[in-house]
C-alpha cells in the first residue's frame, strides 16, 4: 500500500523529529543548567521513532488509518508544543504561550491512547 499526502507529511514530520532530538542533544552538552533542553530532546528522540513506526502501520494495511495517523498526529503536535516550549524557556527564558507544555504533555499521552486503540480497531479488507 502506497502513502498519501498526509501519511508522508507525518513520516517527514517524525523525520524532522528525530533531526531536532538530535541538534538539541547537541546544544544542552554546550549550555550549562539546560536540562529542560535535555528533556526535550529526549521526548523528541523517543518519540521520532513511534512516528516512523505509526506511518509504517498505516503503509502495511495493519492498523486502522485514520485512528494511526490521528495517534501520530497527536504525537507531532504534542512534541511540538511539550518540545518547543521546553527549548524556548531554555534558549531564551521565555514561553511558548502560558500552559503550552502541559497542554503538549497531555497530547503526547492523548496519542499513545489512541494508538493503543488503533491497534484494536478492526481494519476492513476490500
Do not use: E, N, Y
Amino acid at each position: 500500500m502506497s502513502l498519501g499526502l498526509p501519511d508522508r507529511i507525518l513520516l517527514s514530520l517524525g523525520a524532522l523529529a528525530g533531526l531536532l532530538g538530535v541538534a538539541a542533544s547537541a546544544a544542552a552538552a554546550h549550555i550549562q543548567g539546560a536540562d529542560s533542553l535535555k528533556t526535550a530532546a529526549q521526548f523528541l528522540l523517543f518519540h521520532a521513532p513511534a512516528i516512523l513506526a505509526l506511518v509504517a502501520l498505516i503503509a502495511t494495511g495493519t492498523t486502522h488509518r485514520l485512528t494511526t495517523r490521528i495517534a501520530a498526529s497527536a504525537l507531532v503536535l504534542g512534541l511540538a508544543l511539550f518540545c518547543g516550549d521546553l527549548a524556548l524557556r531554555a534558549l531564551h527564558g521565555t514561553p511558548l504561550f502560558p500552559m503550552a507544555a502541559p497542554s503538549g504533555g497531555f497530547l503526547l499521552m492523548g496519542g499513545w491512547l489512541v494508538a493503543a486503540i488503533a491497534a484494536l480497531v478492526p481494519v476492513r479488507r476490500g
